[in-house]
């Protein structure tokens, strides 16, 4: 019976300091009217601001299909396949917005007999390094022009007498234009790799000083490396083969300049084919005919098909890059010289198009068109200040905050009050029912200034949820300080740097990160809930352990 009083008396007792405390807090803001309009209407009045700005920037209405906002002052509606200019700074050809096409190893290795060659060298499809060969470069231009290839690693049995001939077969030398006045010749597969013996003699040679400097040294475009591949007699049969992309990713010839990192999300399909064709294997002779072990991968063959297939060679970009460079620009041009060719001409071409997986699907690949919208440029213009204005907007809200909580130590107010009884959680909870209510009150205002004008299509409870939880995140960062100063004017410094510091987090998530890698919706409001609760926690703790000018603290306990 005598604790269960002692529980009441201690319970009336913290609810009568409770109240006067309040009322005590309630008078030191008012005596301070201007200070405590100041924390409620500084965020308020900057989120007015950058909605008055909005509000006299100009929308631009977006109209429905493949549109975009690039520009700031009008929409601009695009044709599907109407080319609009380069959209890969890696293929120099016209290109439709939207619309893509799935380029093809033929144009891939006739852009690569284009690059660093004469239009004649290009135009014959001479780039044989080998000076034996009837296709090698002429010896004319030796010195002069340096052929770009594709490097294998390593130098082996699967890569070289597998591989490289099965490729060889569905990708032979061809002449494109059946003319007598003119010539195209694609080259060969062969013609157009450069085995390494290693990935590591690949990269060697990409080092050396000799690199790219003359015929028998050729520029690496791209390689491919077979990290694991079968061996021996397991030659042709189905097993892990785990193979790299290496592309090159400087600029121009220097060596040591960055330019365009490549992407990964193509190139694969050269690969994929091979194996999913998996291609017969004479062990006796090493050798191969080409000839899929599963004969379901390579589609039948008809006229419908096969006018779809060959629109992919019309629509290549790399293919229409490397006529440019021979002034056959008109891609009907194309098509005709297509329509015109041999039947064992076009069979040669559709063979390894007509490998799983086909490109029937590549032919036009294009994104589902849009609804019409209005687009604000405003958010774009200031997205990269917005979250140091958020920052400074409460410098002034913490500042306060600190001078008060520092101030009644420093002054040996807080020293009184325990004289007189009051704990200090008591003390604690009641400034953080006095700010609460103020920085309630500060959200309402805040949320709705927003949805008049900054944020009008954001969700009213939304936006005052996350003005309030950042207030009171604010609040705990800012006891948490106070515990470790005895100064207001040294603790309220140190405070606004601290805080100030907060900007850096927001550098570090960018339009370059990845989604799955951001805090956004609710996530972002359970931080400022966990936030709250940990500086809190660290705040009480500090409080009792660090040393104070007046009164005793406690010591930490070590195991």
Not at 542 to 554: H, N, Q, R
């Amino acid at each position: 019976m005598h604790t269960s009083t002692e529980n009441l008396a201690q319970q009336q007792t913290f609810w009568t300091f409770s109240r006067s405390l309040l009322w005590k807090n309630w008078l030191i803001k008012k005596r301070q009217p201007a200070a405590t309009a100041c924390e409620i209407l500084v965020p308020t009045f900057f989120i007015v601001l950058l909605g008055i700005f909005k509000l006299i920037t100009k929308t631009v209405d977006v109209p429905a299909g493949w549109s975009d906002d690039a520009d700031n002052t009008a929409s601009t509606r695009y044709n599907l396949f109407q080319p609009t200019g380069p959209s890969f700074e890696w293929v120099d050809v016209d290109l439709p917005k939207f619309a893509m096409y799935e380029s093809t190893m033929t144009g891939l290795m006739l852009k690569l007999s284009l690059s660093r060659m004469a239009c004649g060298v290009l135009a014959g499809g001479l780039v044989d390094t080998n000076t034996s060969s009837p296709f090698s470069v002429p010896t004319e231009c030796a010195g002069k022009v340096v052929p770009y290839k594709i490097g294998v690693a390593p130098d082996n049995a699967f890569t070289r007498n597998y591989f490289a001939e099965a490729m060889n077969l569905w990708y032979p030398r061809l002449d494109l234009m059946n003319s007598t006045t003119e010539t195209l010749t694609n080259p060969s597969f062969k013609e157009s790799i450069q085995f390494f013996d290693t990935n590591d003699a690949l990269t060697d040679y990409m080092k050396s000083n000799t690199y790219g400097d003359k015929v028998g040294s050729p520029k690496i475009y791209a390689a491919i490396v077979f990290d694991s591949a079968p061996s021996g007699d397991d030659i042709g049969t189905f097993g892990s083969i785990e193979y790299s992309l290496r592309l090159n990713a400087t600029r121009g010839d220097g060596r040591d300049s960055v330019g365009r990192v490549p992407t990964t999300d193509g190139g694969l399909t050269l690969v994929t084919r091979f194996v999913t064709c998996m291609p017969e294997w004479n062990s006796a002779n090493q050798s191969t005919t080409c000839i899929c072990q599963r004969s379901q991968t390579t589609a039948v063959a008809s006229t419908e098909l096969d006018d779809t297939l060959l629109d992919v060679l019309s629509n290549d970009g790399l293919i229409k890059e490397a006529l440019n460079g021979l002034g056959l620009s008109d891609s009907a041009a194309l098509s005709t010289a297509l329509a015109s060719l041999s039947s064992s001409t076009r069979e040669a071409l559709l063979t390894p198009l007509r490998q799983a997986p086909q490109p029937i699907m590549g032919a036009t690949v294009a994104p589902f068109p849009v609804d019409d919208y209005t687009s604000s440029p405003f958010y774009a213009n200031v997205a990269s200040v917005f979250s140091i204005v958020f920052i400074m907007v409460y410098l002034f809200t913490i500042s306060r905050i600190l001078v008060v909580l520092i101030q009644e130590k420093e002054l040996r107010l807080r020293e009184f009050m325990k004289i007189l009884g009051v704990t200090e959680k008591t003390i604690t909870l009641t400034w953080y029912m006095t700010y609460a209510a103020i920085l309630f009150v500060g959200a309402v205002v805040q949320a709705l200034a927003g949805l008049a004008g900054l944020f009008p299509n954001s969700s009213l409870i939304v936006t005052f949820l996350f003005f309030f939880l950042f207030g009171l995140s604010v609040l705990a960062l800012a006891f948490f300080i106070s515990t470790l100063f005895s100064k207001a004017r040294a603790g309220a410094f140190v405070g606004l740097v601290a805080f100030f510091a907060m900007y850096a987090v927001s550098q570090g998530f960018s339009t370059g990160t990845a989604e799955s890698a951001k805090t956004i919706g609710s996530t972002a409001l359970m931080m400022f809930v966990f936030d709250t609760i940990l500086y809190t926690i660290l705040g009480l703790y500090f409080e009792k352990v660090m040393p104070k000018e007046y009164g005793t603290s406690l010591k930490c306990k070590s195991k």
